[in-house]
């Protein structure tokens, strides 16, 4: 019998918090008695974190285009507009042939013209049936895509001249580094 | 509760001293029975030899089983200390060397010794066929004295007619029949 | 059958929770939340209770091998946003800038985020008070924020009620007062330095002339103000620039420790005395103490008077600098000790300084600064500015009894301030206080005061709301809320909004309205976002004002007065609870006090002499008293306090503080008077009983052993390797690999400069909030069960009797030795060496065998002797405030100092995933980034241009207990003083 | 041994029949006595108490015992090594005694046997009740996990841990070996048919046949030339926990000869004391006869000498070796919060045991029986004091202090007496407190010898 | 003596000792068996989702990036789940009216968040990152199957520590290149030499303790 209840004893040793499930939440985690059982909570409305930028947000793309950052583009591209906008941007994606509204086409001449800056506010802010994409893609990788979608533009209808001269030079530089 | 089938076993014998019967059992063995037991309350010098048991009996000696299995055994538990510590999960302890072969030493004696010691007692046990809860000598009567001062020698087989004239002549103080 | 009060589904249950009490605090809210979420059928399909538990009955007795279990687990879940913040990544935490207030000047902060959570608090390196360190206080502000006591519901005769009836209620009062113009009304605040919340007091003020405002502030400034009216004639407030300090006395003054400013003091004084060169010049400090602080703990010089003397030094000290005051009745100081520290002084004009201490009279201030003057310190160490917050108009306590027993106030509104607490026992406030008809209090906790009051109004903790504070410059800087109120408290200007205007407005658009009016830019939203981000106004700290010394100073100032006989007692802040508004806040009751190393109690600090003359050890309890009021209190023995002076700490004897704080040590207030704040003539008495102090040291002295190691500057630049002890001759242990020097691979390090260190424990309590360490309370505390990975060990010289003892302090994390002997001891392996020299404690794997910590010969291990962070421990963890990085530890485990291995990994893999190396200063422990003085240096030994490897390098580094051949990785930088050669013989 | 020793180690008239039948009806005729029911019924509340202190520490936690930072290891430790002691020195005292073939072994063999089965039993106990987390204790075994870890082979801890596991498995088995005969002679004079199963089914069938004998020598041959080795290690594994450490008052190369010692010390006390009650509870006063407490006496002597020895030795290098901390340790041995532990063992390891030079004492059962009791809690005080003088001071001053035991330590270390006598109080009432065949054999031996002599 | 044992009693014997002795191993075979079952590392279990997403018919039928919905992993330790607002880009337009979407139409209606069984499950103390890994060419495949093919969500990989070791011993076989992380079914890399040595990968540190655990 004593050998019983030390055994018992033992199991209730074992029946302790072995680290397991620590009291903590990590993210996503549910918090019972917050609301919504919600331990993520929305940070308060009109705070800046430190790692915002105070600079109001430029016309044109803030950095240098360089190669690295159509690569970064077109990748997120990919993840992000090609269900819609199709991978070559005629809004022919997957989700379209499955009853999407289709976009227009990023061929489209108002669009060939419009400043990069737009594409740039809807992906923050979505248009018309797009959601905003603002959470989902950083302000780099905003800027990225819409130079991205600009490339592509241009593949379709190339024009050097279409491009700043300094964007131009540069890319001629990349595409002469890239040949060899 | 008697045994279900019954039949013929042997016979035995009860020996006032240990010098009758041991010459009870050197003068059976001349005769050519080979199985016989001698029981005794307590070991009696060379009356084991007598009935047949070789002291440094064979191979199997309980000694050398012990030793041999506690080599062993001490090999594997070296091998297995030397083999998690260097081999499979290599890590630095204390700034010691993985292979810290004399802290493995310990170990390796325990586990050699530990098994040496099971392999004694379990060698004893086979060779004896201990677990051995019915036998047909405890169908004597008489036989509870063999843990006391009597000393018993029982036979198994045979002619039983000339092996009861035979232990008479002994100096069996009686000689009965066992059944199985 | 009383109808069961439910808390609506979603919100935070408050009403069950009201009042409640005990551990099981989470655990009810975790119930609360079961019930509120009633189970519900999957398929909307009807049983009821009985037959399901049939089933779960039927099931769980009839698993069958092999089938996914019948009746897992409750599985866990994932609760995502609804719409995820932009720049919101779950499992990356946001850093935002905010303010901690301290005694009512605000520190910059840092505020680490966790989806949305405060987290930690880290010094905020742009912001000139902090300069990116961190106070213990400020730190524990985010344990209060999730203080499950704190108040969470209007309140009207304790019972809670609808902010709808507190709003018809003041709409009543408010018609009154209209038209009375505020006649009977009174205000109580404490310190107010939020120049958003001042206009709208003064707002108030206008509105109701006759209102009267009383300043209710247990360790008020008076003096320094009172000081500057003899000196200049109008208040001013001093502003030390110890950058330039050569020369530093202090009359009394923690400035490291307990005046506001203090860590920018610490840093800025303690970078002139570490020696980085023997070349280098270091600064001198004479202290002057009445009580021992960490000032002068850390002096070349230090002399130890009751508070009463120190005006007698101050006058002794003026004299000898030709100052023609009137001399003291005694001289306290000896007068070469003062001719030496006066020529010293003479020897640095424009670089000398002196400072008065806060608390002391007038007259100390006065003299001081006329010392000063004298020094040519103004404009250089010492300059002027318009007080950070003064409020000539504000009254004192007493005149509010007064008023109160002449009938002449029948409404009290009490902001943030607990005045049944601690108005001193002389006044008999509380008894005053109940017979105001009409009381309403707003504040974080239904304390003494608020259980007093007719209304009590939940305020919203600092990280909850947006206000703005001043620091001791008169900077100002902008408080964020990090999250919505949890309690859905008012900040303090939605208070005063409605006060004034009777409706509840909101947070941020009263604070942009207030700074909308001190902008005078174009661009509001961009000096607005701006201020948000880095923490502070710009611009904006107190103007500077020049001055001259009025002549006829020396009249204003009192005769010198013979001092008391007998014994003082002297009174203090508490380093931690301050004036006791921290007291429910485990981590400050838990930090060891400097010096004294107590947590959980106050004590009566006694010198040795006293204590051998009254036959007194360490938690002696004498009785206590002092106008007429006795108290019970433990003694404790303190090297360096001045014989006949006893010192008491305020801000213990909570009765209504919450659960961590009620009952914890006796309250000063009952023995304090109010003519006489801060000293008083008392007795004390032997009653033979004994009782136990939660001291985390209990053996002082060093025992002769090399483990500190220090010189003085001659001795240093005689011999710049003194700190290096010859190695042991026969080592048996082979010698390590050198380190690693390639780009990949690390080897932190670190090193402690006791030079810098000045005892604050500001470390302490950073490690405590980023490793999630327990709070264990008294009890465990004095068993030797604190939890604290990071120590700072402190020695008093032997004997302890020495009347002008020189403290030494030593941070010891663990060391992660290379060879460590904790490692090879433990039996499962659960503490090994990492590839970059971490000594890894791997909790799950500990069984407890405790072998580590016994072959720590640093003794640096902690064990959780109980559980500690369980739902059933005293002090259970809070599941929000926790570092989802770091293990909450279980039961039964060992844990220590990992170099806060989490932050080593997520730097380090930023870092790596840039493709990088890590950028200096990128990468911090919590302990280093505390440190007010930056003793502690962490880096990458491996790295040629970190500065760990350089202080490595430096002749004064050494390893404790070297000759055991552990081969730390933390090391020490020998300590170099700077006594003055003529005072030699001290 | 000359032969008129043999002579007076055994009464006259003894005979293999009337001893037998003495000693089985210690077992099997006689009731129980009340002194014996009273002293069972209070073992076993003891042994209750042990049970519900250790079902508390286990569900609250080690933090009950009075340890804390400097002093990690406290009363359990001190107790396991104490027990562990006591249960070496049953094990060597019937295995040196049997390969010596010391004449007066028989008697108080299985005393010795039986005390170490149950002192280890305690040992073991304590050793786990010491964890801060006993439910995770089989990460101390090599087993093929999903973790892919091991034990940590260079921790004395897992030495420990093998060494007392084996221990057990040995002394079970020596103590089982050795009552294998007498459970037969029990099974074979049971009258119950309860009984005769019960013995029956633990006598495993022996005949007494003369080749199950030679074995059973062969074995016991075995067993006894493993036991010495098995105790040394044991012993000096539980004293390497403290040796390998770095310790101040632990780092002394010699603790394993002097922790041997020491264990033969305390054991030799206790087989003294439980023969000294024997004798007088069962009235075996002539088969456990004043000489055998002369030679337990000679025993306990000759061990106490080798144990000041090595206090001295100890002392010598703490002053020899310069160092400063070893030193520290030494002198606060003397003169710290430890002192009185320090010189209460000195009363009773140093000073009591010397008056066992005299004859008069030895071959008094009173003096026996008092010295033994002395000599154990003196050994237990030598183990409280190195553990903690060693640990309560140690390099840092910062980190010294002190820890005073609290009320679970004394009541579990109460509780582990009451569960250690009232396992030996169970043994008496079930098994022959005098091993039968070896009786057997030694009035065998004596006739033999009678028959040379004549 | 009268016998006390029946004869059969023998027999019994060796089939009990045979019997224990093989209930022994028996028992250590179940042991190791069940610890290393699907039972106990809860591979394969089918947590009952709110809604019956099926990674089959976004991943592999739609052809959706993982990191469409999962933006946390390559930026932090967690991988993270989408909001509501992100199921709502498409299906604001799609299957408006459909039952199985209410629970995410009611969410985005009532800022509810939907709440998802958690599927994955390590330990407290396991510090996992993937971040770590999807930077460094691990990609999503090696540790959660063929996503692309699961219907309803549930666990590959038995996700025990000795699992994780055996890639971070020898991580060379989990390799691709870094435009292939979220691909599903993708060959093994060519030369992961080279890719070790590309993403700098440090299989030194990679077993140590600290590296998983704090």
Partial sequence: MPLWVVLAGFLLAACGNDMRDQPRYDPLAPAPGWPNDQSARVPVEGTVARDESLQPVPDTLPEPLTRELLERGGQRYEIFCSPCHGDSGRGDGMVVQRGFPAPPSLHGAHLREIPLRHFYDVIENGFGRMYAYGARVPARDRWAIAAYIRALQLSQYAKLDDLAPRQRKQLQRESREDTP | ?180 | ?986 | MSQDTAEKLLPEGLTHGNMTGRIADLVLANRARRRWWLAFAVSGVLALLFVFCLVAVFSTGVGLFGINIPVAWGFPIVNTIWWIGIAHAGTLISAVLLLTRQPWRAPVARLAEAMAMFAIVCAGIYAIAHLGRPQLMHYLLPYPNTQDLWPQWRSPLVWDFFAISTYFIFTLGFLFFSLLPDFATLRDRARSRALQIFYGLLALGWRNSAQHWARYEQVNRVLAAVAAPIVVSVTGIISLDLAVSIVPGFHFTIFPPYFVAGALFSGFATVALLAVITRAMFGLRDLITRRHLDYLGRMMLLFALIVNYAYIQEIFTAWYSGDLYQRAVTIDRWTGPYAPAWWGMFVCNVLLVQLLWFKSVRRSSAAIFTLAITSNIGMWLERYQILFTSMHASFIPATWDTVTPTAWDGLLALGSLGLFVFFLLAFVRLAPVISMHDMRSAIYKREQQREQTK | MPQIFHPRVNGLTRILLAGGALAIVAFACVAWFLNRSPYSTGQGAVPEQPVPFSHQHHVGGLGIDCRYCHTGVDRSRFAGLPDTHTCMSCHSQLWTEAQMLAPVRESLKEDRPLRWMRVHRLPDFVYFDHRAHVTRGIGCESCHGRVDRMPLMSQAAPMTMQWCLDCHRNPQKALRAPDRITAMGAPAASDPNALLRRYRIHTDRMTECVTCHR
């Fill in chain 3, 1 to 986: 059958m009383p109808p069961i009060e439910r808390g609506q589904e979603g919100k935070f249950p408050q009403r069950e929770l009201a009042g409640k009490r005990g551990a099981g605090y989470w655990r009810r809210l975790v119930e609360l939340a079961e019930r509120a979420g009633a189970p519900i059928e999957s398929d909307g399909a009807a049983h009821s209770p009985e037959r399901r538990r049939l089933l779960k009955l039927l099931g769980a007795s009839m698993a069958l091998a092999g089938l996914p279990a019948c009746t897992r687990e409750p599985q866990e879940t994932l609760v995502p946003y609804v719409q995820r913040p932009e720049m919101l990544v779950p499992g990356r935490p946001r850093y935002y800038a905010s303010a901690a207030i301290v005694a009512g000047y605000a520190q910059g902060v840092l505020a680490e985020s966790c989806e949305g959570r405060p987290i930690k608090l880290e010094g905020n390196p742009d912001h000139p008070a902090s300069l990116g360190a961190c106070d213990a206080v400020a730190q524990a502000s985010v344990l209060s924020l999730y203080d499950p006591d704190r108040s969470a519901a209007v309140r009207h005769r304790g019972a809670i009620a609808s902010s709808g009836e507190l709003l018809r209620e003041l709409d009543d009062r408010r018609r009154q007062w209209n038209a009375t113009r505020g006649r009977g009304l009174a205000f109580v605040t404490g310190t107010i330095t939020s120049p958003s919340q001042r206009a709208h007091i003064d707002a108030l003020r206008q509105r109701w002339p006759r209102a009267r405002w009383y300043l209710h502030e247990p360790v008020d400034r008076s003096g320094v103000f009172a000081g500057s009216r003899i000196l200049f004639g109008q208040p001013l407030e001093p502003r030390y620039h110890f950058e330039q300090v050569q020369v530093a006395a202090t009359l009394d003054a923690d400035f490291m420790q307990a005046q506001p400013g203090f860590l920018r003091h610490a840093r800025d004084f303690t970078a002139r005395r570490r020696p980085r060169d023997n070349s280098d010049d270091l600064a001198r400090l004479y202290a002057i103490e009445s009580t021992p602080g960490v000032t002068g703990a850390n002096a070349d010089h230090r002399r130890g008077l009751p508070y009463a003397q120190i005006e007698d030094a101050a006058r002794q000290l003026a004299i000898a600098l030709d100052i023609a005051v009137a001399a003291p009745i005694e001289k306290p100081l000896p007068e070469h000790w003062v001719k030496a520290l006066a020529t010293d002084l003479q020897r640095h004009p424009g670089a000398a300084l002196v400072i008065p201490g806060d608390q002391q009279p007038a007259a100390v201030h006065a003299l001081a600064h006329a010392i000063n003057r004298k020094l040519d310190a103004f404009g250089s160490t010492v300059e002027w500015m318009q007080p950070v917050a003064y409020d000539a108009a504000a009254q004192s306590p007493a005149e509010l009894v007064a008023a109160v027993n002449a009938g002449e106030i029948d409404s009290l509104v009490i902001i943030d301030s607990n005045p049944v607490y601690s108005v001193p026992a002389d006044l008999n406030f509380s008894k005053t206080f109940r017979k105001i008809p009409w009381r309403l209090h707003w504040g974080e906790y239904l304390d003494e005061t608020a259980k007093l009051c007719h209304w009590h109004i939940p305020a919203a903790h600092a990280l909850e709301t947006w206000g703005d504070a001043r620091a001791y410059d008169g900077s100002a800087a902008l408080l964020q809320p990090l999250i919505q109120p949890l309690h859905g408290g008012l900040s303090a200007l939605q208070f005063l909004q409605m006060l004034e205007s009777g409706k509840k407005g909101e947070s941020l658009a009263l604070l942009q309205d207030f700074w909308k009016t001190q902008y005078s830019g174009d661009d509001f939203e961009h000096f607005w976002r701006r201020s948000l981000r880095d923490g502070l106004v710009p611009e904006s700290a107190a103007t500077t004002v020049n001055t001259e010394i009025s002549p006829g100073w020396l009249q204003k100032l009192p005769a010198p007065e013979p001092a008391p006989q007998g014994l003082t007692l002297q009174f203090r802040p508490d380093p931690a609870l301050w004036d006791g508004r921290h007291a429910n806040n485990g981590w400050l009751q838990e930090m060891p006090r400097p010096l004294t190393t107590l947590t959980w109690d106050n004590a009566l600090l006694i010198s040795p002499q006293l204590a051998a003359a009254e036959k007194l050890r360490d938690g002696s309890l004498v009785k206590l008293n002092s106008g007429g009021h006795t108290l019970a209190v433990p003694v404790l023995i303190m090297p360096g306090q001045p014989e006949r002076a006893v010192t008491l700490h305020l801000g213990y004897g909570r009765t209504a503080a919450g659960r961590v704080g009620d009952g914890v040590g006796v309250s000063a207030y009952q023995l304090r008077s109010s003519q006489n704040p801060w000293a008083a003539p008392a007795t004390i008495k032997a009653t033979g009983a004994q009782q136990t102090l939660a001291l985390t040291q209990v053996h002082h002295s060093i025992e002769g052993r090399d483990l500190i190691r220090t010189a003085d500057l001659d001795r240093y630049r005689q011999n710049p390797a003194f700190a290096q002890h010859p190695a042991p001759e026969l080592s048996l242990y082979p010698e390590p690999e050198p380190l690693p020097q390639s780009q990949d691979r690390h080897a932190w390090g670190m090193v402690i400069d006791l030079s810098a260190c000045i005892g604050c424990n500001g470390c302490v309590t950073a490690c405590q909030a980023e490793n999630n360490i327990p709070v264990v309370g008294a009890d465990e505390v004095a068993r030797g069960h604190d939890m604290h990975w990071l120590r700072v060990d402190r020695y008093f010289p032997d004997p302890p009797t020495e009347p002008q003892p020189r403290t030494t302090f030593q941070p010891v994390p663990c060391m992660h030795c290379e060879n460590a002997p904790c490692e090879y001891v433990c039996p499962v392996g659960a503490t090994m060496h990492s590839g970059d020299g971490l000594n890894q404690m791997i909790y799950q794997r500990c069984v407890g065998t405790r072998y580590c910590s016994q072959n720590c010969p640093y003794k640096v291990r902690r064990f959780n002797w109980f559980d500690y962070t369980g739902s059933g421990a005293a002090h259970p963890a809070l599941p929000p405030l926790q570092n989802p990085d770091v293990t909450v530890r279980a039961r039964g485990v060992m844990e220590k100092c990992t170099y806060c291995v989490q932050r080593i990994a997520s730097v380090r893999r930023d870092a790596e995933t840039e493709h990088r190396p890590i950028r200096e200063g990128e990468l911090q422990t919590a302990c280093q980034q505390a440190c007010p003085t930056q003793a502690i240096v962490f880096g990458d030994l491996a790295r040629s241009d970190s500065s760990v490897k350089a202080l490595r390098a430096s002749p004064l580094n050494y390893a404790m207990l070297e000759d055991r051949n552990t081969r730390p990785r933390t090391t020490y930088l020998a300590a170099v003083h700077n006594p003055n050669p003529e005072l030699e013989d001290d």
């Fill in chain 2, 1 to 180: 509760m008697k045994g279900a089938a019954s039949g013929h076993y042997g016979l035995i014998a009860r020996f006032d001293d240990s010098e009758a019967l041991l010459t009870a059992v050197y003068r059976v063995r001349e005769t050519g029975h080979r199985r016989l037991e001698a029981h005794t309350p307590f070991p009696v010098p060379g009356l084991a030899e007598a009935t047949g048991f070789s002291e440094d009996g064979g191979r199997f000696q309980v000694a050398r089983i012990a030793l041999l299995v506690g080599v062993i055994a001490a090999a594997i538990a070296f091998g297995l200390q030397w083999y998690t510590a260097v081999i499979d999960y290599p890590i630095v302890v204390g700034g010691k060397p993985l292979n810290s072969w004399p802290a493995f030493l310990p170990i390796t004696f325990k586990v050699g010794i530990f098994n040496s010691v099971m392999a004694a007692a379990i060698t004893m046990l086979v060779k004896n066929r201990l677990p051995h809860f019915y036998h047909p000598v405890f169908n004597e009567d008489d036989f509870a004295a063999a843990s006391a001062d009597g000393f018993f020698l029982s036979v198994r087989g045979g002619d039983t007619e000339k092996l009861a004239m035979l232990l008479w002549n002994c100096g069996a103080r009686y000689v009965r029949e066992l059944t199985l």
